[in-house]
């Protein structure tokens, strides 16, 4: 079975560009989250989706946007690119909202601003 | 809020020694705790996770863990470590209850470099 796969591999981008990044989550898995990872750091919590509603929101300012679709798929959106948003952006994903199922990560995409 | 500390960010050990890797959580509700490896540019790996139960977790590749309230620590321990097993090493934390229950927070990481 397939796991959590993410698109693009890698990216780079300019200051104030928009950018999207896009994740299928496990056959059957309905909650979907995003971390980002910065060089050098743990990954910080983003946004959790489940059932395509909104379910957490992590200190990061409204440049960043998220959806999940009906097939449970997810984009992270980011607005007015800053160098600091570089980082690895990571998605999970797990069956239930909850810890007691596991949660699953994809491979990351890697996002550079220059 | 909860918040994670890994006290060491580098552990250098030679093949086939004993390896422990610290963590210590704050928290004032009750929580889950995780530890994920991460090998060079690829995403997260769980190793182990406490929910409940006992203290002491066993994990995938030889890994445990054990729980301390009292100390709130959550060190990881591997009888004897392999090459293989260099890699970041990420202590994590979720409330196990509450609208916040789905998200994790992350330690720094350790990485471990193991030698021959």
């Known amino acids: 079975d397939a796991g959590v796969t993410q698109s693009p591999t890698h990216l780079i981008k300019t200051r104030g560009q928009h950018v999207t990044l896009r994740c299928s989550p496990i056959s059957g898995h309905k909650s979907v989250s995003w971390y980002q990872q910065v060089l050098g750091q743990g990954p910080q919590f983003i946004f959790q989706y489940y059932e395509k509603e909104e379910r957490g929101r992590g200190n990061f300012p409204d440049r960043f946007s998220a959806r999940q679709f009906p097939n449970y798929s997810s984009e992270l959106n980011v607005n007015a690119l800053l160098l600091g948003d570089s980082a690895l952006y990571l998605c999970?994903?797990?069956?239930?909202?909850?810890?007691?199922?596991?949660?699953?990560f994809g491979p990351g995409t890697r996002l550079t601003v220059l | 809020a909860q918040s994670v500390t890994q006290l060491d960010s580098q552990v250098p050990v030679f093949e086939e020694a004993p390896v422990e890797l610290r963590c210590n959580y704050s928290?004032?509700?009750?929580?889950?705790l995780f530890w994920y490896v991460q090998y060079p540019n690829q995403g997260l790996q769980l190793l182990l996770k406490y929910l409940s139960g006992s203290t002491l977790v066993k994990g995938i590749n030889g890994f445990e863990a054990e729980f301390n309230k009292s100390q709130t620590s959550f060190h990881l321990r591997k009888p004897s470590v392999h090459i293989s097993d260099t890699a970041e090493y990420f202590c994590a934390v979720s409330r196990s209850y509450g609208g916040s229950q789905g998200n994790l927070i992350f330690g720094k990481g350790t990485k471990l470099s193991v030698k021959p």
């Open positions: 999970a994903s797990r069956g239930r909202p909850d810890f007691t199922d596991t949660q699953y």
């Open positions: 928290s004032s509700v009750s929580v889950y």
